[in-house]
């Protein structure tokens, strides 16, 4: 009996060293669950997005990150599905994660955002932040705009705004098409009307959304885009969409411009190869090439580390602000506490890796930051996806330049 018990005490205190020991392993990280597309038909954008994000935490950890401690993704797979990703979220909160992040799909932000507030609501004890890295739909900062929900990138209608004014005088005629779904049907609304707010010597000859990940075959829509006599294809088609949408343009030997949204993304290059040179374009945060075209010799090294280990162009500049921005709002906050960490985020000011000034707008949380409108051509510095054409910067404009009115009526938890 008394070895039982002595076997029991030294049992019971070996499981409080190693309870200890997981505390302090614990307490040296932070952890962001990560709800994304790692599966299925958008797998790519999800599992791209990753790579860039470990990347960026590298970086971040090596500098001593938040508090001291380190960053630690755990990621989940949402397969672009909202059912899927509530799914998610409920194992990130079970798990007291103090942050949830997610990049691709408004159709997933929206339920993100009211899911997360809902649970908020519930559970005072264990709230967390919603870090939207993606997720574009100008309504969710607006109509849908909630305390709990931080958009880290430039929404729809900026990136509008950004399209509009940057599209070639010689440009009489567009032909407009989009994804079925709520971004696309954003973008479709904000090209609509800043076209007719900057550009209303611009004719519209053909306005469509199409089925949202399902097509297999463009070749009609693009049929009707070359007999519409259009000059310019403005879409945000992305992803294998995109691919698609191009790869049946090259088919059909369509001479028309491409001024998109979002072909600067992992794939849009080589779906576009030689057939895009000098008219195709995109509006973007940044690409290989802005750092040698602004001198930048830091963010040159940050890129030729990148080229170093990656197949596709280094685009998000925003993730990169992001992480510094909650980096500063958590050590600020002295803590991961929800409500600590969302008072320092409202009203930030941080200087980017280019040196300009990005803001976390507190009236809705919304990101103001600058866009580049570029161009794919043979004559870029450096090359996108081993394709021999790259990104070459034609405007940028500021995010002074990109601010909006916000309709937010944000209500603030009391305490």
């Not at 401690?69 to 397969?79: A, C, G, H, I, R």
């Amino acid at each position: 009996m008394v070895g039982w018990r002595l076997f029991t005490a030294i049992f019971v205190g070996l499981l409080g060293i190693a309870s200890v020991g997981a505390a302090r392993a614990a307490d040296d990280t932070i952890k962001i669950g990560y709800i994304d597309p790692f599966s299925g038909p958008f797998a790519a954008t999800g599992n791209n997005f990753l790579k860039v994000f470990n990347f960026i935490l590298e970086k971040a950890n090596a500098q001593g990150g938040p508090l001291g401690k380190k960053y630690e993704l755990v990621t989940f797979d949402d397969k672009l599905q909202p059912a899927e990703a509530l799914i998610a979220l409920k194992s990130v909160t079970d798990q007291n994660l103090p942050f949830v992040m997610h990049c691709v799909g408004s159709n997933v932000g929206s339920a993100m955002i009211d899911a997360v507030s809902k649970h908020n609501a519930r559970n005072p004890d264990n709230r967390l932040l919603y870090l939207n890295c993606g997720a574009l739909a100008t309504e969710l900062t607006n109509e849908q705009c909630d305390f709990w929900h931080f958009r880290f990138t430039v929404n729809v209608d900026q990136r509008a705004v950004a399209r509009i004014k940057t599209l070639p005088q010689s440009v009489k005629s567009v032909y407009l098409l989009n994804q079925d779904y709520l971004f696309g049907q954003s973008v479709q609304k904000a090209t609509q009307k800043y076209l007719a707010q900057y550009r209303p010597d611009v004719k519209v000859v053909g306005d469509e959304l199409v089925p949202f990940g399902k097509v297999q075959d463009f070749s009609p829509y693009i049929a009707k885009i070359k007999a519409s006599g259009a000059q310019s294809l403005v879409t945000s088609n992305y992803d294998r969409d995109l691919n698609l949408l191009m790869k049946a343009g090259n088919d059909a030997g369509l001479e028309i411009r491409y001024d998109s949204y979002l072909a600067h993304q992992p794939g849009g290059p080589t779906s576009t190869g030689p057939a895009g040179d000098n008219r195709l374009t995109s509006i973007m945060e940044f690409h290989d090439n802005v750092a040698a075209e602004e001198n930048n010799p830091a963010a040159e090294k940050f890129i030729s580390e990148w080229r170093a280990r990656a197949e596709f162009n280094f685009i998000p500049l925003d993730y990169v602000t992001m992480f510094q921005m909650l980096t500063a709002a958590i050590n600020k906050a002295g803590s991961t506490d929800a409500v600590k960490v969302a008072k320092a985020l409202e009203g930030m000011k941080v200087t980017d890796m280019m040196g300009d000034e990005n803001v976390m707008r507190a009236e809705d949380h919304q990101f103001l930051g600058p866009l580049h409108e570029a161009i794919f051509t043979h004559s870029a510095k450096l090359d996108a996806e081993k394709t021999g054409l790259g990104w070459k910067s034609e405007a940028k404009i500021s995010g002074a330049d990109l601010t909006l009115p916000t309709s937010c009526k944000m209500k603030r938890p009391a305490s």
